[in-house]
């Protein structure tokens, strides 16, 4: 029942920026936490960027000072917001989410979106 879905990917030169969204979509009392990966071809999955509870977050080393995450809980949606995007930042963008349900109350559900493509080329 619960669905997340990605958008704000495309193609951008390098040093150039996008913000990506999470929807969340279905019966939601909670998102508890939102982590968002990568992966490239010949890669393995990276994780990015964490927020927990609304207001903390992590970033990987690889990111940090460039990207940052946020969360609308009204909207039910996390954003990633890419800064001076690197032709290494190339990959298939995925967000995971903690989400508290009425069918699992208090318990928390785990939730995968299908991923939004970002491109960084001249």
């Known amino acids: 029942q619960v669905q997340l879905v990605e958008s704000g990917g495309g193609l951008v030169q390098p040093g150039g920026s996008l913000r990506l969204s999470c929807t969340a979509s279905?019966?939601?009392?909670?998102?508890?936490?939102m982590r968002w990966y990568r992966q490239a071809p010949g890669h393995q999955r990276e994780l990015v960027a964490v927020?927990?509870?609304?207001?903390?977050?992590n970033y990987a080393d690889s990111v940090k000072g460039r990207f940052a995450t946020s969360q609308d809980n009204a909207k039910n949606t996390g954003y990633l917001k890419m800064n001076t995007l690197l032709p290494g930042d190339r990959a298939v963008y995925s967000c995971?989410?903690?989400?508290?349900?009425?069918?699992?109350?208090?318990?928390?559900?785990?939730?995968w979106g299908p991923g939004t493509r970002v491109a960084v080329s001249s």
């Open positions: 927020i927990t509870d609304g207001s903390k977050t």
């Open positions: 995971h989410a903690d989400i508290s349900v009425p069918s699992k109350w208090p318990a928390n559900g785990a939730y």
């Open positions: 279905g019966r939601i009392y909670r998102i508890s936490a």
